[in-house]
């Protein structure tokens, strides 16, 4: 069952032509109150990633919501990026017109931790869809942000196998000192990891459905997704790509859609052949509380009726609360 009151969340995200879906569902869903997009370096370079989010909201009509940079870097390890998936731009695919919504002055670490404060305690959800470095500074910048925060959904990590390296998924890979400063976190933490977003996938049937809507932000979509399409073909052997960062936002919004196991998480930091890696724990083996809520299945049909509503409802001028 859906609230009435929408749900207040700041979107931390390092677009990505996933990333973009999940901006797209957050501003085009009644259920959502977007309070912020904050932008961290992870699938390409942070300039790059911010005026990628630019490009959306301007395509989006996402005018009043505000646009804020953050962490240029992992806490201490050099920036990996994701060109072999998403371009040399980090949002390959469409002809992008000059973006028109501004970037807000000012550092996301910051703004995440005023829009926290400023919130009444467990009204703001954190949702990180890049690596993890905005939300760890801010935890270490800004502690009694933590119990204020309603919970954390995030994109990331894997309970199986990651796309990095065997044992590591990309956001968690490229800095896992930030996730574990997040995991460690005395907060609710739901972790939707590639085991759920793999069942996200973007089939030819459901690019079709948001081709019919031939609005710009439904063709905007569509080139998207038929970039992401061939590089996940050519460099994962996808048949259609897993659209991974929409599925925190619809956990958000209607959390049926995502069914999800207690588990305790451990991120690994110093392992050789494993860092990055999302150690989850169902059974309690290791002596800690299964305070972590893991993603384990999605419903494809609603996911997906939910994702196209919203870009019907962006590419209509719907508000942006």
Known sequence: ?????????????????????????AAGNPDISLQAITTVAGNQTLPKVTLNAQRVCTVAGITNV???????????????????????????GPQWPEPTVPVTPGHAVDAIIDLVMAAGEGEMTLVPTGPLTNIAMAVRKEPRLVPRVREVVLMGGAYTRGNVTPAAEFNIYVDPEAADIVFSADWS???????LTHQARATSAVVDRIAALDTPVARMVVDLLHFFGSSYQQEQGFEAPPVHDPTAVARVINPALVECADAFVA??????????????????????????????????????????????AVGQGAAVS
């Open 189 to 195: 933490v739901t972790m939707v990891g590639l085991d």
């Open 1 to 25: 069952m859906r609230e009435t009151v929408p749900r207040k969340i700041i979107l931390d995200c390092d677009p990505g032509h996933d990333d973009a879906m999940a901006i797209i569902l």
């Open 66 to 92: 505000p646009v804020i940079a953050g962490c240029a870097g992992p806490l201490v390890r050099p920036l990996v990026v994701a060109p072999d998936i998403h371009g040399e731009s980090g949002l390959d």
């Open 267 to 312: 991120v690994e930091t110093m392992g050789k052949w494993t860092a990055g890696m999302t150690v989850t724990d169902f059974r309690g083996k290791l002596g800690f509380p299964l305070a972590a809520h893991v993603a384990t299945r999605l419903d494809f049909d609603g996911f997906w009726s939910l994702m196209i509503d919203a870009i019907a």
